[in-house]
């Protein structure tokens, strides 16, 4: 780049400037304005606790959150190291199961594990790939260093997000955008298309251009609007278990013009689902024969069953041991240090140190049965202190980490609130890793649950394309450490 585009390359410093010099009145205003042009748009998750509210719009903050060149190189390099590992211990586990015999991680933990299928036993998806998407949680803590906070390799969702809070942005700030250069995320769907392509099976009736679907449970589903984004954007059909139908270990979509012969699946249907000769002979959603075709190699599904072994927050506390098996290198993102309470010690260590640590049911998401030892109230750590003793196995603890926080737009000022990011990483042949990702933010002072179900909202964030011309992020963000 020449020293002229450096020169013009603006400061971090100067990104901020731009907002913090903005009236807020002006801004509130325009984030309205946001939050009403995502509504008309449908991008809405359904809150189905809530009698009175269906569809509800993700709220937006305006402010975005800036990572340098530098800092995306990181993450980055990171998220494909793990993705690695993660496919490699995916495809042990339901192969040779080296990681068990060698006593990397408890057998237990792996095939007493509920989301563990016998049926992928001996059998190798297309390309290797078990799994195609990936949404790896980050946080940082108070010295600047990132964190992997917990992996999601089962349908991470999320990423229409990143793609229309961009465009959002650039269609309603044009003023705030003006001359950055920033790494883009319209091309998500090309990606995506590509990679699960390069993984169609090797029984597929048109290598070079195969029938890729997006299945899902249909338009009650919370996350609905985003299967139909994907579609949208990967030029595919969007169908739900009656569009599909199996014939001779093949899998089919129903068509005005007769049947056509579907390649990959990107399913958004649980495990337990998808095929009710194989699992759940009530479900209504699945495709009787689905495992039975692509056992025999004739339909990929992405993500390939089982996967959720690796999501598994007791085995999230081994990952740093499985890079280092098979990859032979160490971890590029470190975990948050992880007590897992079905082991003696683990418990006992909890229970003594209840009030400063963070308790997570190992099946649960959403932010839902966390206890927070630190905010809780007396009757909530006995509550937890109860559940541990009942069933240890559930249960990981973590200390509580001091979260870095971004400028977020609050009712008079810009507001420090805590943030983590999702990237999303897909994998076909090799892995690539949407730049930036999803920007969790919680929104209520002092809470540190970004969940959208626990009143958390989204930003736009931004990678730059160069660290020319550009201060740390460390020291220029205003506490977004």
Not at 66 to 71: C, Q
Not at 190 to 197: T, V
Request: glycine residues 8%; contains cysteine; negative net charge.
């Amino acid at each position: 780049m020449s020293s002229n585009m450096s020169e013009r390359s603006p400061k971090l410093e100067d990104i901020w400037r731009r907002f913090e010099g903005a009236d807020i009145e002006h801004l509130a205003l325009r984030s309205k304005e946001a939050d009403l042009e995502l509504f008309n748009l449908g991008v809405t998750f359904t809150v189905y606790s809530d009698k009175d509210v269906i569809d509800r719009v993700l709220p937006f903050d305006i402010i975005p959150r800036v990572l340098t060149a530098s800092e995306w190189d990181i993450l980055d390099r990171g998220v494909i190291q793990r993705v690695s590992a993660i496919n490699a211990f995916l495809h042990d586990i339901y192969n040779e199961q080296h990681v068990i015999k060698d006593g990397i991680i408890p057998a237990e933990l792996v095939l007493g594990n509920s989301n563990f299928r016998k049926q992928m036993m001996g059998f190798t998806p297309a390309a290797g790939v078990y799994t195609h998407i990936a949404g790896t949680d980050i946080i940082r803590d108070d010295r600047g260093e990132f964190l992997v906070l917990e992996d999601n390799v089962r349908s991470p969702s999320g990423v229409s997000y990143v793609v229309e809070n961009r465009h959002l942005m650039e269609r309603s700030f044009p003023d705030l955008m003006a001359d950055l250069k920033l790494r883009k995320v319209s091309d998500y769907g090309r990606n995506l298309f590509e990679k699960l392509s390069e993984s169609a099976p090797d029984g597929c009736r048109d290598k070079d251009d195969p029938q890729v679907v997006v299945m899902s449970p249909g338009m009650f589903n919370s996350a609905y609007f985003e299967h139909i984004f994907l579609a949208r954007e990967m030029g595919v059909p969007v169908v739900e278990g009656s569009d599909l139908f199996c014939d001779d270990d093949k899998v089919y979509m129903k068509t005005i013009a007769g049947p056509r012969r579907v390649d990959v699946i990107y399913r958004r249907i649980d495990d337990d689902f998808l095929d009710p000769e194989s699992f759940r002979p009530d479900s209504v959603l699945g495709v009787k024969g689905l495992v039975k075709s692509m056992l025999a190699g004739n339909v990929t599904i992405a993500n390939a069953l089982g996967t959720g072994v690796a999501d598994d927050k007791a085995v999230y506390a081994y990952m740093p041991r499985i890079i280092k098996y098979y990859l032979d290198e160490d971890p590029i993102l470190a975990n948050v240090e992880t007590h897992i309470c079905r082991e003696e010690d683990a418990l006992q260590y909890t229970l003594d140190n209840l009030a400063n640590l963070v308790v997570k049911p190992v099946g649960e998401s959403g932010g839902y049965g966390i206890t927070i030892g630190p905010k809780a109230s007396k009757e909530q750590l006995e509550e937890a202190r109860a559940a541990l003793l009942k069933n240890p196995k559930n249960f990981i603890s973590q200390p509580m980490i001091s979260l870095s926080v971004c400028p977020t737009l609050g009712e008079n000022d810009l507001v420090p609130r805590h943030v983590d990011l999702r990237p999303f990483a897909v994998t076909g042949k090799g892995t690539w890793v949407l730049p930036g990702g999803l920007t969790r933010v919680a929104l209520k002072e002092g809470s540190i649950i970004v969940n959208s179900s626990q009143g958390g909202g989204t930003k736009d964030t931004w990678v730059l394309a160069d660290d020319l011309g550009v201060e740390s992020a460390l020291t220029a963000a205003k506490g977004d450490l």
